[in-house]
């Protein structure tokens, strides 16, 4: 849980107070404004409407030039930022010819796939040629090719699962997965930080849905056994079905789950576990197997693994993998695999090639350095943001490391600063997190170099002065030097 320093929060309140108290008289004066101009959908409520729509207009507006930001080049260590401009006080925003080259920070490229590699390119490449961009079919029609029947059985011996079902879309396979897996009379347990995608699904399922307390086990035995005893709503009957809903990289916090005493507690309760390996399958773990093998725990005992392919993996497209009996059930039910289109064959293949780099199946040792240089990169990283004073959220081992800003003030400031100084950063605000816990997200590869990772250090460290987010006391003569390495076995 973060702990919001008093005058921090105060500042906070008082910054969006602010922005909120001018935007609803600047919307005070645009109804007047209104009035005396007819409309052409007289008679129509208003098709966007709310306090969603007042944050996009009045706040979300002014700094937009910080999000969406093109980019025309691969996601590698670096890459080429098309540069924008703005004659309307960044209402709209118009691409210019001009390009900036910058250190990448925020993208998911942890194993550095994204970019072209001497194995998976040329692969990828032949098999475009052979299967063409598109099935341009479902998986149950003409959409299923020899490459994902390969896929698939690749994913589920890399997870260490009897069978795996592969789908176009990883927010997809949370959402349209869920509500196949549980429905009405069944209860869902989220995390109270789960991923959107989850959230969705979960909502979508018609199950009963409770939340328990970020990352904390003891809260989520709580919640298990008050359940359990009380039964279904109003009726009182057992449950039909009990899902524990968790993350095994928490993408806006990118702390490591607290997975073996989950576990153990699902065990004990007779609930399912539903794991989301999004951003810690191929990151984190000896091998690349995610949290599982991070953490020492027998994949027997997670009854649902999922993961996403754009993230280690330089695709797109997620899984599920489970028992047979599951994969084959979502096979006939699941509205991912029977109505959209199959994965593209070349992002297939891509996966493929991946997962056989990570496991020296390309006859080179390129997949163990890969994983031995993201925990070295994330580790020393973390290291040094915090020895300069920053808030940095988030376990060792993890490539996600958020750096906390809080004010709404700090949010563009951070963001353009450093672009200014060809360091790209991903901003996040509300509402992909609270409306007080603002923060950088930065995103480390393991096709950072050293170099890469001491600019960008230098460079954070450098706005972090002029934007004032150093919230702690800096430890002295403490410069990330090159031989300052940590050691990994």
């Given at each position: 849980m973060i702990t919001i320093p008093y005058l921090t929060a105060l500042s906070t309140y008082f910054s969006y107070g602010l922005?909120?108290?001018?935007?609803?008289?600047?919307?005070?004066?645009?109804?007047?404004?209104?009035?005396?101009?007819?409309s052409n959908l007289q008679g129509y409520?208003?098709?966007?409407?709310?306090?969603?729509?007042?944050?996009?207009?009045?706040?979300?507006?002014?700094?937009?030039?910080?999000?969406?930001?093109?980019?025309?080049?691969?996601?590698?260590?670096?890459?080429?930022?098309?540069?924008?401009?703005s004659n309307d006080n960044n209402k709209t925003l118009?691409?210019?010819?001009?390009?900036?080259?910058?250190?990448?920070?925020?993208?998911?490229?942890?194993?550095?796939?994204?970019?072209?590699?001497?194995?998976?390119?040329?692969?990828?490449?032949?098999?475009?040629?052979?299967?063409?961009p598109s099935t341009c079919s479902t998986r149950v029609d003409g959409g299923t090719t020899t490459l994902h029947s390969e896929l698939e059985e690749c994913v589920a011996n890399f997870v260490g699962k009897p069978a795996a079902i592969v789908t176009g879309m990883g927010y997809v396979t949370n959402s349209a997965i869920l509500p196949v897996l549980i429905g009405k009379g069944g209860l869902i347990i989220s995390d109270s930080l789960n991923h959107n995608s989850i959230v969705n699904g979960a909502r979508g399922s018609g199950a009963t849905i409770r939340v328990f307390q970020h990352n904390t086990p003891s809260h989520l035995e709580k919640v298990l056994r008050e359940h359990i005893a009380e039964g279904q709503p109003r009726t009182h009957r057992p449950w039909k079905k009990i899902i524990v809903v968790v993350e095994g990289i928490y993408s806006m916090e990118g702390e490591l789950c607290q997975f073996p005493d989950i576990v153990a507690i699902c065990k004990?309760?007779?609930?399912?576990?539903?794991?989301?390996?999004?951003?810690?399958?191929?990151?984190?773990?000896?091998?690349?197997?995610?949290v599982c093998e991070l953490l020492g725990v027998d994949t027997a005992d997670v009854e649902i693994m999922m993961g996403t392919f754009t993230k280690s993996f330089g695709s797109c497209g997620g899984y599920i993998a489970g028992s047979k009996e599951l994969i084959e059930y979502l096979k006939y039910t699941c509205p991912a695999h029977l109505y959209a289109t199959s994965?593209?064959?070349?992002?297939?293949?891509?996966?493929?090639?991946?997962i056989k780099v990570i496991l020296g199946e390309d006859g080179s040792n390129r997949g163990a350095q890969k994983l031995a240089q993201?925990?070295?990169?994330?580790?020393?990283?973390?290291?040094?943001?915090?020895?300069?004073?920053?808030?940095?959220?988030?376990?060792?081992?993890?490539?996600?490391?958020?750096?906390?800003?809080?004010?709404?003030?700090?949010?563009?400031?951070?963001?353009?600063?450093?672009?200014?100084?060809?360091?790209?950063?991903?901003?996040?605000?509300?509402?992909?997190?609270?409306?007080?816990?603002?923060?950088?997200?930065?995103?480390?590869?393991?096709?950072?170099s050293r170099?890469?990772?001491?600019?960008?250090?230098?460079v954070i460290s450098e706005v972090g002065d002029l934007v004032g987010i150093k919230y702690f006391p800096a430890e002295p003569n403490k410069e990330p030097l090159e031989e300052n390495r940590i050691k990994l076995e």
């Open positions: 922005l909120f108290a001018f935007g609803q008289f600047r919307d005070f004066f645009r109804k007047i404004f209104d009035w005396w101009h007819a409520a208003p098709i966007c409407l709310g306090l969603e729509d007042f944050y996009i207009r009045r706040l979300y507006l002014r700094i937009q030039d910080c999000f969406g930001r093109p980019i025309c080049s691969p996601p590698d260590a670096w890459f080429d930022v098309v540069e924008r401009v118009k691409r210019t010819t001009k390009v900036s080259r910058c250190l990448n920070l925020g993208s998911y490229n942890y194993l550095g796939f994204a970019a072209s590699d001497e194995y998976c390119t040329p692969r990828v490449i032949e098999s475009l040629k052979r299967f063409s004990k309760y007779k609930a399912y576990v539903y794991l989301d390996e999004a951003h810690s399958i191929g990151a984190v773990g000896r091998t690349g197997r995610g994965i593209s064959p070349p992002a297939a293949q891509q996966i493929i090639s991946s993201i925990r070295e990169n994330s580790n020393f990283f973390r290291s040094e943001l915090q020895k300069m004073g920053f808030e940095v959220l988030g376990d060792n081992d993890s490539p996600v490391m958020p750096i906390m800003l809080y004010n709404p003030a700090k949010i563009p400031a951070f963001s353009r600063e450093c672009l200014k100084r060809n360091v790209a950063v991903v901003t996040v605000a509300f509402p992909a997190t609270p409306l007080l816990l603002a923060r950088a997200r930065i995103c480390i590869s393991a096709a950072h170099d890469d990772l001491i600019k960008a250090l230098k």
